[in-house]
């Protein structure tokens, strides 16, 4: 093409900018946020109940939450499954095995002859002033939290973007960036309600600024 050409450059141009649109999203991560089903006001009355019932039995879960979960129980050293301890946690499980499923379908799992169960459950108790550090969910493959109790104004579970140990040089983001484009993303705790993740996800949990109690059940799938 020669210089001075000015309708092979506008030509040139218009291929330029056709090329440019096609931009497409790859590899993405899926959370998963859900109503646990109907009936959940009277599950979370009984759910509350005996989460407080085991935090005040459990001596060993209460010592360990001194030294990891600093002001805050979490029977996740001790009885890390209460899916086995009584109807109610049983029903909890019955209905999160469903939300399970259909998040499995959303991934596009092959599952073969094998099926996601329940390894692990745990109560979380978050006085004000609790936080709950940034961390993942080893040996296990679907994590997620189920709300009890969730005064208004508590945190809410805040993920973090997992390219961002390879971000290097990569410039900031704009503050009116789309949520798709953030480093983090944080999903807000409303009783009721269950949010799955994938456990390799790094995700975590702010203080809580309010006096009220902040009470969820927190989970974790294995393939088997």
Request: with cysteine.
């Amino acid at each position: 093409m020669e210089r001075g050409c000015p309708g092979a450059w506008a030509r040139a141009g218009r291929w330029e900018r056709l090329r440019v649109k096609r931009i497409e999203g790859w590899f993405a991560t899926r959370v998963y946020h859900a109503r646990i089903g109907r009936g959940w006001n009277a599950l979370n009355r009984e759910l509350l109940v005996e989460c407080r019932q085991v935090a005040e039995v459990d001596d060993a879960g209460r010592a360990w939450s001194r030294g990891h979960y600093p002001g805050g129980y979490t029977s996740y050293g001790s009885l890390d499954k209460v899916h086995r301890l009584s109807s109610t946690f049983m029903e909890l499980q019955r209905l999160l095995d469903r939300h399970v499923r259909a998040y499995s379908r959303a991934l596009e799992w092959d599952l073969g002859s094998r099926s996601l169960s329940m390894t692990d459950c745990w109560i979380n108790i978050m006085p004000a002033g609790v936080a709950h550090g940034l961390h993942l969910h080893p040996n296990a493959v679907v994590s997620g939290t189920y709300y009890v109790r969730t005064p208004r104004g508590c945190p809410g579970l805040k993920f973090e973007d997992p390219r961002m140990s390879r971000f290097m040089a990569s410039p900031p983001r704009r503050a009116d960036a789309s949520p798709a484009s953030r480093p983090h993303v944080t999903y807000p705790a409303k009783a009721g309600q269950v949010t799955l993740f994938e456990s390799w996800l790094r995700h975590e949990v702010a203080p809580n600024p309010v006096r009220s109690e902040r009470i969820s059940i927190s989970f974790n799938y294995d393939w088997a």
